[in-house]
């Protein structure tokens, strides 16, 4: 996929400042309520990175409405920014999905998703932030441009 050009790492500070759902979902692999999450409809384009490291992980351009009620994607946007582990709680078994170099939880891989990849990657909102395409620059992701049409904008 796209690379990337800076180092990224767990951020004590931003741990910190992360509100009790943030850190449930991303530090004890908890999971937030469907339909009563922030991106779960989110139509802007932009990228989604990891709200503790600001890896990039999803772009709005592989985002499908899969009606779970969160967030969803085909693809991630930086292949090895993404891990899979194996999840075995609940009685199931699943693939969990976390942020290679954050390490924090964002949800799971599924096999049911659209035709592209047949995959679903389910991500928790919380475990997100959104860059919206006109700050990607600003915000130091200038190199995901080519993701969208910038028709003067």
């Known amino acids: 996929m796209v690379s990337q050009s800076k180092p990224y790492y767990k951020n004590e500070e931003r741990l910190k400042s992360l509100n009790e759902t943030e ?23 932009g990228i989604y990175v990891d709200i503790v490291s600001g890896e990039p992980l999803f772009s709005s351009t592989h985002k499908f409405d899969s009606g779970t009620g969160w967030p969803s994607f085909f693809r991630p946007l930086v292949d090895n920014n993404i891990t899979e582990k194996e999840d075995l709680s609940h009685g199931m078994r699943r693939v969990e999905v976390r942020s290679q170099h954050g390490d924090s939880h964002l949800g799971h891989l599924f096999d049911d ?5 047949g995959l679903r990657y389910c991500i928790n909102s919380a475990s997100l932030r959104f860059i919206p395409k006109d700050k990607l620059e600003e915000e130091g992701y200038g190199e995901f441009r080519n993701l969208f049409n910038f028709n003067g904008g």
């Not at 850190?23 to 384009?45: I, L, M, S």
Request: glycine residues 8%; negative net charge.
């Open 23 to 45: 850190y449930q979902v991303t530090q004890a692999c908890g999971t937030e309520p469907p339909f009563q999450n922030q991106f779960w409809d989110n139509k802007r384009e």
């Open 113 to 117: 998703g659209p035709a592209e990849t």
